[in-house]
């Protein structure tokens, strides 16, 4: 699998992919408060949103895209400038030069949608800067740096199919097939704390083990027997979650869940033509949605 790399002159790009929780199961919780997580993930190789890289006099950052609107270039807690000053604090406390440079971020992908924006957004900030900057491929602190961005951005470092424990540290990678999916999202954002805090059971059962090698239809059954624990506490809190897994069952998905702490659900549909066709006919019924086919990338063993 590779991500998409793009040299353009003096100009670096990288694909911040979605990040689709194919399965999450709340098994635990630490004593500082983070939940422990049994997680399947896979990334769309069609969707994502893109970061340009070029040499600037002075540190820049701007926006465009569908969803560039709902971002600020001037706050400093977006995750693309801590991404940039922590890798260059790294850079820099080892005699390595991190220079000025102008970051620019088309946002294509819907904001608090639990499809991984800003970690992927953070993830894909490393890897171009990494690249701009000339840094040793075996740069230590790196894997620490994207952990303490947030506990998706080491996953969306990767940006391959996994299987995430702990607090998201804890991975390795998962053999699974390429899946034809539609992404679908009623454009209102949810809060990750919120929907975490309504739990009910926070110590459920784990992921069981995964197939092995690639057969479609025996991961579909898999998966099928797996769960989003967020999923409940996500409805009661946005009813239309329920309208978007009506409406994907209705478009012929094979399987339907909630990505991460939603509002984003996904449907896995037999082919990409047969998603593309869903996609037709919801953006009739639902214009103001978000909706999208992709297909996702083949996991390195599948």
């Known amino acids: 699998m590779e991500l998409v790399m793009e040299r353009c002159d003096d100009r670096l790009s990288e694909i911040a992919a979605a990040k689709i929780n ?10 500082d408060g983070y939940h422990l997580l049994d997680s399947l993930v896979t990334f769309a190789s069609t969707s994502g949103d893109r970061l340009s890289f070029a040499a600037a006099d002075q540190d820049g ?4 895209g569908r969803f560039g609107h709902l971002l600020s270039a001037d706050d400093p807690g977006n995750l693309v400038l801590k991404a940039r000053d ?11 030069a991190a220079p000025p440079v102008h970051i620019h971020l088309e946002k294509n992908l819907p904001v608090a949608a639990g499809i991984g924006g800003g970690s992927a957004d953070a993830a894909a900030t490393l890897r171009g800067l990494a690249r701009l900057w000339n840094a040793p491929a075996d740069l230590a602190g790196m894997d620490q740096l994207a952990l303490k961005l947030g506990a998706d951005v080491p996953m969306c470092l990767r940006s391959r199919p996994l299987h995430a424990r ?3 540290e804890e991975i390795e ?11 679908a999202n009623p454009l209102v954002a949810v809060s990750t704390p919120d929907i975490f805090r309504r739990l009910t059971r926070k110590d459920n059962p784990p992921i069981e083990t995964a197939p092995v ?4 239809a025996a991961w579909l059954g898999y998966l099928g027997r797996l769960r989003n624990d967020l999923e409940a506490p996500a409805r009661s809190v946005l ?41 037709q ?3 009739r019924l639902r214009p103001n949605w978000y909706f999208e086919a992709t297909e996702t990338y083949e996991g390195a063993t599948a």
């Open 22 to 31: 194919l399965a999450l199961h709340v098994v635990g919780r630490r004593e």
């Open 61 to 64: 950052f701007s926006l465009s």
């Open 86 to 96: 922590g890798l260059r604090l790294i850079l820099q406390g080892r005699g390595l």
């Open 166 to 168: 702990g607090i998201g």
């Open 173 to 183: 990678e998962l053999a699974l097939p390429r899946l034809a999916l539609v992404l």
């Open 213 to 216: 090698g690639g057969d479609s």
């Open 239 to 279: 009813g239309a979650i329920n309208e978007i897994s009506m409406l994907l069952s209705q478009q012929g998905a094979q399987l339907v869940r909630m990505s991460g702490s939603g509002a984003t659900c996904f449907g896995i549909y037999a082919d990409l033509e047969r998603a593309k066709a869903a996609v």
């Open 281 to 283: 006919t919801l953006s």
